[in-house]
């Protein structure tokens, strides 16, 4: 017999009664809301900070922060969505004020210039893969982390939300605080930085398999 996993809606009921629940004086069924969406958060913290420390101190301030305004949420919008731009935003604030110490240490990286809007995964050629499927191997793996540290944290947080956490234009405007046309344009432009970043592996990998020496 098979078992059908729980829809959207459904837990979208349940987190509501959660909250609800939590609400009402029960801490316990806060409990229930960290295990369901906690695994979710870190993903989405890792891949934003890079290093488990950070990606824990961001988990562990996002549902404190959603428990201490949980009045704000009642019953809104979806609690897991809303968790993840909480921490989103305490990601970018923690990634600048990262950003804002290296910086003082060393040069800051040169940004290149603004791209135009446009459907960013049509604009890959056949040829090349995109910055999300050069991430699963595991020879461009650490490439690809340093090149998500090269980005600004709002381009870092808006690539990650959009390629990695499906987010839509909308969430990503509402955690950078912009508007919807200047989130598109951040995130076009962390993908064309991606590409010129992978780029020069790119080539040596496919040169390495045309000449039967790749590892």
Do not use: C
């Not at 970018?92 to 110490?101: A, F, G, L, N, V």
């Not at 499927?133 to 690809?144: D, E, F, I, K």
Request: net charge positive; proline share 3%; no cysteine.
């Amino acid at each position: 017999m098979n078992r059908m996993r729980p829809s959207a809606e459904s837990t979208a009921e349940s987190d509501a009664i959660a909250v609800e629940r939590t609400l009402a004086g029960e801490r316990d069924a806060f409990r229930v809301l960290v295990k369901r969406h906690s695994r979710n958060v870190y993903r989405l913290a890792y891949r934003m900070t890079g290093n488990q420390h950070d990606a824990e101190e961001v988990v562990q301030e996002a549902f404190l922060r959603a428990y201490q305004k949980l009045s704000q949420f009642a019953s809104r919008a979806n609690f897991g969505t809303w968790v993840y731009r909480i921490a989103a935003n305490y990601a970018i604030d923690r990634m600048r004020q990262r950003k804002s110490e290296e910086s003082q240490r060393q040069l800051p990286s040169r940004e290149t210039e603004d791209g135009v809007e446009h459907d960013l995964m049509s604009s890959v050629p056949d040829s090349a893969p995109s910055p999300e499927r050069l991430a699963q191997s595991g020879q461009l793996a650490v490439q690809m982390r340093r090149a998500l540290r090269e980005l600004t944290p709002a381009e870092r947080t808006a690539f990650v939300m959009r390629h990695w956490g499906g987010s839509g234009i909308d969430e990503i405007a509402e955690a950078l605080k912009s508007s919807s046309s200047a989130a598109k344009n951040t995130v076009f432009r962390s993908v064309q930085k991606l590409r010129k970043a992978l780029e020069p592996f790119v080539e040596r990998r496919g040169q390495a398999r045309a000449m039967g020496t790749e590892l």
